[in-house]
């Protein structure tokens, strides 16, 4: 059994594990890949990297930290997570089982995508998911967003106050009469166009277009980039029925990261806190990890430490 089982290899899951090593607790991380959605990087003409607040030294020193010890990793995709004597039991999806006493959930979420031709090709090359972490490389230049909901209206408000030019795609009305939206409407350099539909996305090396059916008319967007904020997907789906988690499926927690569940705590973007960035992922991991070490601290260790039909 080990002390502690953080599931997810993004900035969260990785600060935590190392905070946890540190600690000399026996943890082990399981993750689909290592690193998360900081694999991921907006490639446009003229990007000015060093506006952009990634935490990729930290990142990259914690996955290659890790990427050493292997016995604390496994690469694989947790598929259930159940309570089980003295902690929990997680079960992967390679067929492998498990039991920890505390458990971390840092699995994240992915970007809602729009599912159109063109869009897997030009992903990261001119068409983006995350605005909020953009915005400063488009002064004086113009952007897309699509969406409808407050993700999409803050990402406009975010490129209007430095672009020259912002047009918002909404689906539908969505949180258009809110204060926001009704700001948008009034501001200027920002174009809403409501009931619009995306069809396609077109370019050459980048992303340069985007083909919007609009009032029972084909319409060709031009712009700089292309902002697709439909939403986020939490993976949570394995903890289902285990702990609360709100209408969009992201883990309630509390201020020591702790969940509805003694023993389970979670990090980041699969959590209901606000702001996904990697900083602040990084930040919720620590926390998270060093609450959990105090839960483990309280419990009394059973024995023996570590089963001999499990992984090591
Ligand atoms: C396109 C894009 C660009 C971005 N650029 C920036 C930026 O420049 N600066 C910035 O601050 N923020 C940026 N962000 C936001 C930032 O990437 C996230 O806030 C941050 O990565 C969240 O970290 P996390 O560890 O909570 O989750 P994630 O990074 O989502 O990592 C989750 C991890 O969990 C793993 N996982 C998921 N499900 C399972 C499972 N069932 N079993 C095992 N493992 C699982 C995943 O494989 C992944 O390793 C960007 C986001 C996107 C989408």
Redesign the pocket.
């Known amino acids: 059994m080990y002390d502690l089982i953080v599931?997810?290899?993004?900035?969260?899951?990785l600060t935590a594990t190392v905070y946890a090593l540190r600690k000399r607790l026996n943890v082990l991380l399981?993750?689909?890949?290592?690193?998360?959605?900081?694999n991921?990087r907006?490639q446009v003409p003229d990007l000015e990297h060093h506006l952009?607040?990634?935490?990729d030294e930290i990142v990259s020193r914690f996955v290659n930290e890790i990427e050493y010890l292997d016995f604390a990793r496994l690469l694989?995709?947790?598929?259930s997570l159940e309570p089980s004597e003295h902690g929990y039991a997680v079960t992967t999806a390679g067929g492998r089982r498990f039991t920890a006493r505390a458990i971390i959930i840092?699995?994240?979420?992915?970007?809602q995508r729009l599912t159109v031709p063109g869009e897997r090709e030009f992903e990261?090359r001119g068409l983006?998911?995350?605005a909020v972490?953009?915005a400063p490389l488009f002064m004086d230049r113009s952007t897309v967003v699509i969406g409808d909901s407050g993700l999409a209206l803050r990402a406009a408000a975010e490129l209007a106050r430095l672009g020259r030019m912002v047009t918002l795609v909404a689906p539908g009305r969505g949180q258009l009469d809110s204060p926001l939206g009704l700001r948008l409407a009034a501001s200027a350099n920002v174009t809403i166009l409501e009931n619009c539909q995306v069809l396609r996305v077109n370019g050459d090396q980048y992303a340069r277009s985007l083909t919007v059916s609009y009032q029972g008319r084909e319409l060709e967007l031009s712009a700089d980039a292309f902002f697709v904020e439909l939403g986020l997907l939490p993976?949570t789906d394995?903890a289902a029925g285990v702990l609360e988690r709100d209408a969009q499926g992201r883990i309630a927690i509390d201020q020591r990261n702790r969940t509805s569940a003694a023993g389970i705590f979670a990090?980041?973007?699969?959590t209901d806190l606000y702001a996904?960035?990697?900083?602040?992922?990084i930040g919720e991991?620590a926390r998270a990890a060093l609450s959990a070490y105090e839960y483990l601290l309280e419990q009394p260790v059973p024995a023996p430490a570590v089963a001999a039909t499990e992984w090591r």
């Open positions: 599931i997810g290899g993004g900035p969260a899951g399981i993750t689909r890949d290592m690193g998360g959605k900081t991921f907006l952009v607040i990634d935490g694989d995709r947790v598929t840092a699995s994240g979420s992915r970007p990261m983006c998911y995350s972490s953009y993976a394995f990090a980041g973007d699969v996904e960035q990697v900083l602040i992922a991991g």
